[in-house]
Structures are given as structure tokens and as C-alpha cells.
């Protein structure tokens, strides 16, 4: 900019006070002018937020990490690791890792296949890349937070330099996760220079999504406004249908969402324990133990406990043997009042000791089960109640048994899941396989379908125990049959014939037909049993593909690679 006292003519009519105080306005626009000028040229650190999410905590997190990222001047986006290839990793500067860890220490869904090429020996090196990884888990499995564990060690083996400690965050993840973002944001903003003052530019149009005020700690008492059986009461498996009025929560849901359930404890299990401790009338820890206190499964640091206490009891040969299935075998069917009872009582803890060995009582999630388009005053579950004699499922049986008349409160609260929804192209082709409960999210797919007047085939493969007893939601389906939003229905009941017929060996019958919708551009979901049912399903979906394309087993799981990275194969499974 020339020199103020060219921009105003000689011959201007001003007086000399005029025309200084117009030179030092002129001046100060000047001045204005480079600062923003200057803000505006200043390169911003770009943070790259990674995250593995199995029901979706990890990835609203990321979202969270970016808005925060912006506060302190610094250019945030978030990806899904499995949209990340270690080549593209390798060009990135800053990154930050959330994720979940999902199964018996495995990644989860949407992080596999980037683990897998992390793994490889054609990995390249990531000596310019600075990191740092958040872990969510639960500190009542031994595999806890073994993902954020396997990601954190194998970025330091490639050389990438850790920005700051790993944290692994317990079920209470909030406090833990806000601290480690302003600490790493913090120091990431010291370290390029970045101010706050100064926004960022946007990664994206879409802004982070705001937090309901309902959750964990804040639930919201909704009135239970439908208690219905849904098999047959002679049924071997209890099965009910569940709807929850929103009131003026301000609550909103998607299908393919979890709600979470804040359960309390049994009355007959609390009176019990306290009978045990000679502690009945004690009103104070009664209620510890009724809405806090998790007091059917044993703590890992209860059953140390207990081992250490009686080395020569039945715990404690099991515990040796180190197998942790047989553990698990040898628990089933029993609930800290039996290991306390199977203790000599002059080794036993005493009350006092036993309430800190004791973990918190948790929501439980259940895979939501209607539209919001259909539904929109209500959301709706299908839950299985748990029952082994006096054992009894904490929540599923709060709900079934304890929650009194239709019409009482319990607490809730939407757990999002951005990943496991119905397409939004109205004509892409839906196969859904979600036998037992597993047909929750369904129900509410083909309902929003439905509601939207998607042209979208739909393709349902479902079955449980026997047709006569189990069949749940049948008239609705048969509807949706009659009204054309349900194309195919294929059915599987295991025990209607001498040789058991599941899920899977519908789809190997309709290997062709199936294959010729994954052509075509279908979206496959599964929902359902983690442990068997879905390693059966993608064994039969890989079958399917190697079978119709007949290139082999690897051609095969490429494919199906395919699909997980398109987002076309996803899951809701526990």
C-alpha cells in the first residue's frame, strides 16, 4: 500500500486537522488489513482423528475431537480406519486414534481390514507422522482396550513418533476422554503455533452432531407404554416387545440406533446379599446395591480377590488351570452371592470389603426396533428376557418383571449408530440377516422404507427354534410381504426338522439369487449372536462369492473387503 499521504491529494479541501485524523483512519484499515491478511495466509495444522467404532461412541468422539480441534485454530477431519490405507496414513502429520475394541481383543467392524494392512510387511515406514491413541473398553474383559493397545504399538514399530500417552478408558469414558483432547490438542496447537483465536477453516459443511442431554449419567424416565409377549407361551424363549413414550424429551433416534436401558437390580438378589452379611434392614446399602452396584457378574478384581482369600477352592483350581473358557463355563449359572456362599466364611470379605470390588451398574443397549418415520412419538425394543432358574437377566428381566403396569418409568437414552443405517439411496437393494432378536433393527428398516416409499428391494433372511412358537412379528411381515416393501423372506427354523437348518444354509440354498443382488448393489446387514452366528454368516457370505465367481478364497475375501470399505457389509452384533 503507498504511503498515506499519497492517498490524499494536495489539493483536498480538508483542514489540517481533517486530514490527520483521515491519515491515521487510512492507517489503521491498513493495518487491519495485514493483520487479517497475515491470519488468513498462516498455514493451519491439519489432525487427522482415526476412529473404530462398533456402536458408535469412538466415532462420536472423533466428531467431537474435530469441533474441538477447531477451537484451538487447527484443521480437523475424521475417517473410519478402514478408509485409511497405511500409504494415505503416511502422508498425514498428526494423527489421532480413537477406537473401541470389539469381541475376545479383536477391531472392530469398520477397523479391520486398516489394522490388517498395518500389519503387513509392505507396511511403509511413518517416521513423519506424530500420533496418539484413545482407547474405550470395559475393565471387566481381559482383553481390555486391546485394540487402542495393538494401533498404539504397531504405529511406534513403524516409526511414528507418539505425541502424547495412550489413554484406555474404562465404561465412564467421558472425564478420561475430555482431558486427553485438551491435552493433545493443547500441545498440538503449542507446537504448530495454532490459536485459538484464529478459526480454522471448515473440514466439511456438516457440523458435529450436538449431544442429546439424555444419557448415562442424565437418563430420561420414560413411561413404558407397551409390555407384549411376542412368542408363544410355551415357547422355550421369552421374547417381548417393548415401546417407550418420548414425551417431550426432545429425544430423536434413527432406525438402526441402540437405546440404552438403566437397569436396577433384583429386590430378592439385594435382600439376599444383605441376608448373607447379616445386614438386612440396611437401607442405605440396599440401594447401593439396587441401582449401582453390578451384582450378578463377578469382577475380575472380585474373583482375584476371592482366589487370593480361599487358594484352595474351586475358583481357585479353575482359576489356575488358565483357560479362560473354562472360567467362563465354571461362572455360568452363578452370581457373586454363590462365590460368596462357596467361600469359608472366615475368609470371605466382609461387606465393607466386598462393595469396592464391585463394578458399576450399567446400561444396557438393545438394537432399536422401530422408524422414527413410523414411530416418531415412540421408540420401540425387542428384547429376549434371560433366564437360568434363579438367575436372571439384569435388565431384560427388570424390564419383563419389575418394571410393574404399563404406563411406570425407566430410564433411557440413545446410543447413536452412524454406521449401521438404511441406505440413503432409496433404490439400493437391502439384504438383512438377523435371526432370533436379531431382527430388531429390521423391523425398523423395513418400516422406514416403508415411510419413505423406497423402491429399494428388501431381502430378509431370518429364523430361531420353531416356526409354531418363535416366529415373531409374523402378520407384520406377512404385511410387509402382501405390500411389496418385503421382496424376499427367507425363513430358517432349526428344531422343525431332524436336521437343523439356520440362517446360513438359506443363504448357500440362494447362493445365485444372493449374489446376483450383491451385483447389483444390495447392502448386507447382520445383527445378532457375535460369538457364532455372524463368523457362521460371513463364512457362508465368503462361500457364496467364492462359489458364484469362481476365483478362490482370497478373490473372495477381497470382495468382501469390497463391501466393508464401501460400507455395503456392515453389523450390529454382540
Same mark, same amino acid.
Request: with cysteine; proline share 5%; aromatic share 6%.
Given at each position: 500500500m503507498p504511503p498515506t499521504?499519497?492517498?490524499?491529494?494536495?489539493?483536498?479541501?480538508?483542514?489540517?486537522?481533517?486530514?490527520?485524523?483521515?491519515?491515521?483512519?487510512?492507517?489503521?484499515?491498513?493495518?487491519?488489513g495485514r493483520r487479517a491478511h497475515t491470519a488468513a495466509d498462516a498455514p493451519t495444522a491439519t489432525v487427522d482423528v482415526l476412529f473404530g467404532t462398533q456402536t458408535g461412541n469412538a466415532e462420536f468422539l472423533a466428531d467431537e475431537l474435530v469441533a474441538a480441534a477447531r477451537t484451538h485454530g487447527l484443521t480437523g477431519r475424521a475417517s473410519a480406519l478402514d478408509a485409511v490405507t497405511p500409504d494415505r496414513l503416511a502422508t498425514m502429520t498428526h494423527v489421532l486414534v480413537v477406537t473401541s475394541t470389539y469381541g475376545e481383543g479383536e477391531l472392530p467392524d469398520n477397523a479391520g481390514l486398516f489394522w490388517e494392512a498395518l500389519q503387513s510387511d509392505t507396511a511403509p515406514r511413518l517416521d513423519g507422522v506424530r500420533y496418539a491413541v484413545l482407547g474405550l473398553g470395559d475393565r471387566g474383559y481381559d482383553d481390555f482396550c486391546q485394540a487402542a493397545k495393538l494401533i498404539d504399538t504397531r504405529l511406534e514399530q513403524l516409526g511414528a513418533a507418539r505425541l502424547h500417552e495412550r489413554v484406555d478408558c474404562d465404561v465412564d469414558f467421558e472425564d478420561p476422554a475430555a482431558e486427553w483432547t485438551q491435552a493433545v490438542l493443547g500441545r498440538l496447537a503449542a507446537e504448530t503455533g495454532a490459536t485459538g483465536d484464529r478459526a480454522a477453516p471448515a473440514p466439511s459443511p456438516?457440523?458435529?452432531?450436538?449431544?442429546?442431554?439424555?444419557?448415562?449419567?442424565?437418563?430420561? /424416565?420414560?413411561?413404558? &407404554?407397551?409390555?407384549?409377549?411376542? !412368542?408363544?407361551?410355551?415357547?422355550a424363549k421369552e421374547i417381548r416387545h417393548y415401546e417407550f413414550d418420548l414425551g417431550d424429551s426432545g429425544i430423536t433416534y434413527r432406525a438402526g440406533d441402540a437405546l440404552a436401558v438403566v437397569p436396577r437390580n433384583d429386590d430378592?438378589?439385594?435382600?439376599?446379599?444383605?441376608?448373607h452379611f447379616g445386614a438386612a434392614g440396611d437401607e442405605e446399602t440396599a440401594e447401593l446395591l439396587r441401582t449401582e452396584r453390578e451384582i450378578r457378574t463377578p469382577s475380575k478384581e472380585l474373583i482375584a480377590d476371592l482366589v487370593e482369600r480361599a487358594p484352595s477352592g474351586e475358583l481357585a483350581t479353575v482359576m489356575a488351570q488358565g483357560d479362560r473358557s473354562d472360567l467362563d463355563s465354571w461362572l455360568r449359572g452363578r452370581d457373586i452371592l454363590d462365590l460368596l456362599r462357596a467361600t469359608d466364611r472366615s475368609a470371605a470379605p466382609s461387606l465393607p470389603e466386598l462393595l469396592p470390588l464391585l /463394578?458399576?451398574?450399567? &446400561?444396557?443397549?438393545?438394537?432399536? !426396533?422401530?422408524s422414527p418415520l413410523a414411530h416418531p412419538d415412540r421408540v420401540h425394543l425387542t428384547v429376549a428376557s434371560v433366564r437360568y432358574g434363579r438367575h436372571?437377566?439384569?435388565?431384560?428381566?427388570?424390564?419383563?418383571d419389575r418394571t410393574g403396569a404399563e404406563g411406570t418409568t425407566v430410564g433411557i437414552y440413545v446410543q447413536p449408530n452412524a454406521s449401521f443405517g438404511v441406505p440413503a439411496d432409496d433404490d439400493a437393494p437391502m439384504v438383512m440377516i438377523g435371526p432370533g432378536t436379531g431382527i430388531a433393527p429390521f423391523r425398523g428398516f423395513l418400516h422406514e422404507r416403508a415411510a419413505r416409499g423406497a423402491s429399494g428391494r428388501n431381502w430378509l433372511f431370518f429364523g430361531d427354534r420353531h416356526r409354531a412358537t418363535d416366529f415373531v412379528y409374523e402378520d407384520e411381515l406377512t404385511e410387509l410381504r402382501r405390500r411389496g416393501v418385503l421382496?424376499?423372506?427367507?425363513?430358517?427354523?432349526?428344531?422343525?426338522?431332524?436336521?437343523?437348518?439356520?440362517?446360513?444354509?438359506?443363504?448357500?440354498?440362494?447362493?445365485?439369487?444372493?449374489?446376483?443382488?450383491?451385483?447389483?448393489?444390495?447392502?448386507?446387514?447382520?445383527?445378532?449372536?457375535?460369538?457364532?452366528?455372524?463368523?457362521?454368516v460371513e463364512a457362508a457370505l465368503l462361500g457364496v462369492v467364492a462359489e458364484q465367481r469362481g476365483r478362490g478364497d482370497d478373490d473372495a475375501a477381497e470382495y468382501l473387503a469390497g463391501l466393508r470399505r464401501s460400507k455395503r457389509y456392515v453389523r450390529d452384533v454382540y
Amino acid at each position: 500500500m503507498p504511503p498515506t499521504g499519497a492517498l490524499i491529494p494536495a489539493d483536498a479541501p480538508f483542514s489540517a486537522q481533517q486530514e490527520s485524523w483521515l491519515a491515521g483512519f487510512i492507517a489503521g484499515v491498513a493495518a487491519a488489513g495485514r493483520r487479517a491478511h497475515t491470519a488468513a495466509d498462516a498455514p493451519t495444522a491439519t489432525v487427522d482423528v482415526l476412529f473404530g467404532t462398533q456402536t458408535g461412541n469412538a466415532e462420536f468422539l472423533a466428531d467431537e475431537l474435530v469441533a474441538a480441534a477447531r477451537t484451538h485454530g487447527l484443521t480437523g477431519r475424521a475417517s473410519a480406519l478402514d478408509a485409511v490405507t497405511p500409504d494415505r496414513l503416511a502422508t498425514m502429520t498428526h494423527v489421532l486414534v480413537v477406537t473401541s475394541t470389539y469381541g475376545e481383543g479383536e477391531l472392530p467392524d469398520n477397523a479391520g481390514l486398516f489394522w490388517e494392512a498395518l500389519q503387513s510387511d509392505t507396511a511403509p515406514r511413518l517416521d513423519g507422522v506424530r500420533y496418539a491413541v484413545l482407547g474405550l473398553g470395559d475393565r471387566g474383559y481381559d482383553d481390555f482396550c486391546q485394540a487402542a493397545k495393538l494401533i498404539d504399538t504397531r504405529l511406534e514399530q513403524l516409526g511414528a513418533a507418539r505425541l502424547h500417552e495412550r489413554v484406555d478408558c474404562d465404561v465412564d469414558f467421558e472425564d478420561p476422554a475430555a482431558e486427553w483432547t485438551q491435552a493433545v490438542l493443547g500441545r498440538l496447537a503449542a507446537e504448530t503455533g495454532a490459536t485459538g483465536d484464529r478459526a480454522a477453516p471448515a473440514p466439511s459443511p456438516t457440523p458435529a452432531p450436538a449431544r442429546s442431554p439424555w444419557n448415562r449419567r442424565t437418563p430420561y /424416565r420414560s413411561r413404558l &407404554a407397551v409390555n407384549r409377549l411376542l !412368542s408363544a407361551p410355551h415357547s422355550a424363549k421369552e421374547i417381548r416387545h417393548y415401546e417407550f413414550d418420548l414425551g417431550d424429551s426432545g429425544i430423536t433416534y434413527r432406525a438402526g440406533d441402540a437405546l440404552a436401558v438403566v437397569p436396577r437390580n433384583d429386590d430378592g438378589l439385594v435382600a439376599a446379599l444383605l441376608d448373607h452379611f447379616g445386614a438386612a434392614g440396611d437401607e442405605e446399602t440396599a440401594e447401593l446395591l439396587r441401582t449401582e452396584r453390578e451384582i450378578r457378574t463377578p469382577s475380575k478384581e472380585l474373583i482375584a480377590d476371592l482366589v487370593e482369600r480361599a487358594p484352595s477352592g474351586e475358583l481357585a483350581t479353575v482359576m489356575a488351570q488358565g483357560d479362560r473358557s473354562d472360567l467362563d463355563s465354571w461362572l455360568r449359572g452363578r452370581d457373586i452371592l454363590d462365590l460368596l456362599r462357596a467361600t469359608d466364611r472366615s475368609a470371605a470379605p466382609s461387606l465393607p470389603e466386598l462393595l469396592p470390588l464391585l /463394578r458399576p451398574l450399567q &446400561a444396557r443397549q438393545y438394537s432399536i !426396533s422401530s422408524s422414527p418415520l413410523a414411530h416418531p412419538d415412540r421408540v420401540h425394543l425387542t428384547v429376549a428376557s434371560v433366564r437360568y432358574g434363579r438367575h436372571l437377566g439384569v435388565a431384560s428381566t427388570y424390564l419383563a418383571d419389575r418394571t410393574g403396569a404399563e404406563g411406570t418409568t425407566v430410564g433411557i437414552y440413545v446410543q447413536p449408530n452412524a454406521s449401521f443405517g438404511v441406505p440413503a439411496d432409496d433404490d439400493a437393494p437391502m439384504v438383512m440377516i438377523g435371526p432370533g432378536t436379531g431382527i430388531a433393527p429390521f423391523r425398523g428398516f423395513l418400516h422406514e422404507r416403508a415411510a419413505r416409499g423406497a423402491s429399494g428391494r428388501n431381502w430378509l433372511f431370518f429364523g430361531d427354534r420353531h416356526r409354531a412358537t418363535d416366529f415373531v412379528y409374523e402378520d407384520e411381515l406377512t404385511e410387509l410381504r402382501r405390500r411389496g416393501v418385503l421382496t424376499e423372506l427367507d425363513l430358517a427354523f432349526s428344531r422343525d426338522q431332524a436336521e437343523k437348518v439356520y440362517v446360513q444354509t438359506r443363504m448357500r440354498e440362494r447362493a445365485r439369487e444372493l449374489y446376483g443382488w450383491l451385483e447389483d448393489g444390495a447392502h448386507v446387514y447382520v445383527c445378532g449372536d457375535a460369538s457364532r452366528m455372524a463368523k457362521d454368516v460371513e463364512a457362508a457370505l465368503l462361500g457364496v462369492v467364492a462359489e458364484q465367481r469362481g476365483r478362490g478364497d482370497d478373490d473372495a475375501a477381497e470382495y468382501l473387503a469390497g463391501l466393508r470399505r464401501s460400507k455395503r457389509y456392515v453389523r450390529d452384533v454382540y
